[in-house]
């Protein structure tokens, strides 16, 4: 039989494809995520007390704060189906640039915390009366932030899942590489929120941006030597 | 097909592969023997280009591992003791994703030509997760052959499989897996790598330290052969 090298991105859509079929029928990560980041956000409304006034100011870090722990847990969930059964093994023996399958679990980590976002960010503004977090500006900062988030993550978690305590190592990688994306995700999104002018967010949104292609550049390159022995 | 020379292979300070020589002609069947820690795996997994070797040459198919482990993983199957399925998954979409993966033209009919060759196109639309063991396997062959490869290297094929399992499995790995292909199994299972090789390769101490083809072993049966092998 005669077979062609798939191309990369008919590749990285297989695989964004089977990750997003699985996940339709098991509801397993999305589920987990999104009870987690629910339980979060209730439990700082009772720590911090959200009243309106501290409300405003905290509103960025609360929901930061909740994205990045439920990504956390999509992440480690997402690449352990890999490798318990095997699966990365199969994924990394196709003839394909095994930067392919990174971009695949990337797009598809990415997708599913869109969704969790996508049903937070409403719940959020309903429970607390916020509407302001539905401006354009905020939600293309909280897409900025994700996905340079998901990109050292799922470089991470293909590392952590390797190992016997992959649950607690990926949260311990994960979050000072992520500091840069996290703050500056939370300086812009929280100067929006506050109704700061364009210039004023330039600086954190101008570093988000290049974090997220530096993350995405670093991962290209250095996905191949993590995955293999 | 397969050409290895003074393969070394360190993980750390551990030396696993200490200068192997090996070599598989077209056609051949190799059953890979030795003792738990000889290598075995350690050594499939360099030819299946999953692991980098430390030191030596490694080619398979014509292509060096691993500068050109991409044509060599055009070229290959795998079946190991884990099926490599997504259990969320039906038979039909883990045979087609893999087969996306490896870029199969008409993939639909090919899909169908390998279910029914691995005896699962009536379980077809059926979770991963509802199937036996047995099953399992049949499947993960159905995903290792569904680009037809030239070389299939089957590492612990049996390995919880029940009798039932595992003579159905040697019937599949017989008539779909090993047919007109160049096969290197490890097994812990002599009396059906004996049935199933036709050269037989003792792994011990990072080295292949006895060979012998299935003819020659007329005076002798394969456990007598391994257990000398082992003591020498």
Not at chain 1, 97 to 125: C, T
Not at chain 2, 86 to 112: C, H, K, Q, S, W
Not at chain 2, 130 to 144: C, D, H, K, P, Y
Not at chain 2, 211 to 232: G, R
């Amino acid at each position: 039989m005669k077979t062609a090298s798939p191309s990369f991105f008919k590749a990285t859509m297989a695989i964004v494809q089977k990750d997003l079929s699985a996940e339709l029928r098991s509801r397993e990560l999305l589920s987990a995520m999104l009870v987690f980041s629910m339980l979060v956000i209730l439990i700082f409304n009772f720590a911090l007390e959200l009243d309106p006034d501290v409300r405003e100011k905290v509103t960025a870090g609360v929901l930061w704060t909740t994205f990045a722990f439920a990504g956390t847990l999509g992440l480690n969930r997402s690449m352990a189906v890999e490798k318990d059964r095997g699966c990365m093994d199969g994924l990394l023996l196709a003839p394909v640039d095994r930067s392919a399958i990174f971009f695949g679990k990337a797009i598809s980590n990415l997708a599913f915390m869109l969704i969790v976002e996508a049903i937070v960010i409403p719940l959020y503004g309903l429970l607390y009366n916020e509407t302001r977090i539905f401006q354009p500006g905020f939600l293309g900062v909280i897409l900025l932030g994700s996905i340079g988030y998901i990109a050292v993550g799922t470089l991470l978690s293909a590392m952590s899942v390797q190992t016997r305590t992959r649950d607690v190592l990926l949260p311990i990688l994960l979050f000072p590489v992520a500091v840069p994306v996290l703050l500056a995700s939370v300086k812009a999104s929280g100067g929006l929120l506050a109704g700061a002018e364009f210039a004023e967010i330039l600086t954190p949104l101008n570093l988000l941006i290049v974090y997220d292609v530096v993350f995405i550049a670093i991962s290209f390159m250095v996905f191949d030597f993590v995955v293999e022995e | 097909m397969i050409e290895v020379k003074k393969l070394v292979k360190r993980f750390g300070l551990k030396t696993i592969l200490r200068g192997l020589d090996f070599s598989v002609q077209p056609g051949e069947f190799v059953a890979l023997l030795g003792p738990n820690g000889a290598g075995k795996t350690t050594f499939l997994r360099i030819l299946a280009t999953l692991s980098r070797p430390s030191l030596g040459l490694v080619q398979v198919a014509g292509h060096n591992i691993p500068n050109q482990a991409a044509e060599v993983r055009a070229k290959l199957g795998v079946v190991s003791h884990l099926p490599l399925l997504y259990p969320d998954l039906t038979a039909e979409e883990n045979i087609r994703f893999y087969g996306r993966m490896y870029g199969i033209p008409d993939l639909e009919e090919r899909v169908t030509e390998v279910l029914e060759m691995v005896g699962l196109d009536n379980r077809r639309k059926d979770l991963v997760r509802t199937f036996s063991r047995g099953m399992q396997q049949r499947l993960a062959i159905g995903r290792a052959v569904v680009h037809d490869p030239e070389v299939m290297l089957f590492d612990e094929p049996y390995t919880g499989l029940d009798q039932d399992a595992s003579e159905m499995l040697d019937e599949v790995l017989r008539s779909v897996a090993a047919k007109g292909r160049t096969v290197v199994m490890t097994s812990h299972d002599l009396a059906r790598a004996e049935d199933l090789a036709t050269r037989f390769d003792i792994l011990s101490r990072g080295v292949i330290a006895t060979s012998a083809k299935h003819e020659d072993l007329k005076n002798t049966n394969l456990l007598a052969f391994y257990k000398k092998s082992l003591e020498a």
